[in-house]
């Protein structure tokens, strides 16, 4: 059981348009301060904020109760001018959570009508994080025959191919920058991803390393997935054959 909150930016589009054609420098400053701030606030309590898109961030909030929430909105409404929604929705997987949180703000089943804030909230204490963290294996060594751009085209070329692919086994992935993905899954999405990485490698001649962390929080989980990616590193670096996925749990 994973919970998810999704916050989204009330009224961005009519809004940006009263600041004038010379303002994508300001919403550009507005995004990443936002950002900085949610991932600030979440973090302390034990969350993770992943960027979907700019005007909308994806939370992976188990343990997060109604009134911390609350005081989240309190915070942002004292530092900006913009306002948000929070939907939250629990499920089986993550997939299921984000259609739940949909739900809940598509049927306006209001949590907090002051700070809208709709959705369902989980509160058990059974709930289950497990984050896999992907990136590609000595990229460093591309960049003597490929442009930055050109690497980055690959980079996005292999996101869409991750987020298609996880879907399908009702996880999430998001791109985290460099060549790092990390997808919020489930034990499908863990089952399949040797295979996801063996599709990689045979079609863009890519290869993936994949730790894996299991924890109660999504910080929790994060950490032990970066370290179990940073276990394959040292193993590689070692000497040693490494594994492609290495997991860890709480």
Not at 33 to 41: A, D, G, P, T
Not at 103 to 116: P, S, V
Request: aromatic share 10%; glycine share 6%; net charge negative.
């Amino acid at each position: 059981m994973i919970q998810l909150s999704i916050l989204k930016i009330i009224g961005y589009g009519p809004w940006t348009l009263t600041l004038g054609s010379d303002r994508e420098h300001e919403l550009q400053i507005l995004q990443a301060s936002l950002y900085q701030e949610l991932q600030k606030l979440f973090s302390e309590k034990n969350c993770i904020v992943f960027l979907n898109r700019a005007d909308e961030f994806f939370v992976v909030s188990n343990g997060l109760g109604l009134d911390e929430h609350i005081q989240i909105q309190k915070t942002l409404e004292e530092l900006f001018d913009i306002h948000l929604t929070i939907s939250i929705g629990y499920g089986e997987s993550p997939f299921e959570a984000n259609l739940n949180a949909y739900d809940g703000k598509k049927n306006e089943i209001i949590l907090n009508k002051k700070y809208n804030i709709f959705g369902f909230i989980n509160g058990k204490s059974n709930l289950k994080v497990s984050i896999m963290h992907l990136d590609v294996d000595d990229l460093t060594s591309k960049r003597k025959t490929n442009s930055p751009y050109e690497i980055s085209s690959k980079i996005f070329e292999i996101y869409s191919k991750m987020s298609k692919f996880f879907l399908e086994k009702n996880s999430l992935t998001f791109f985290m920058g460099g060549d790092n993905f990390m997808v919020v899954a489930n034990d499908d999405a863990k089952n399949s991803v040797q295979k996801f990485i063996d599709m990689i490698k045979n079609n863009d001649n890519i290869y993936l390393n994949c730790g894996i962390g299991n924890g109660s929080t999504c910080r929790e989980a994060m950490k032990l997935a970066t370290k179990s990616l940073d276990t394959i590193r040292e193993i590689r670096d070692s000497g040693k054959e490494k594994p492609e996925v290495y997991e860890l749990s709480c």
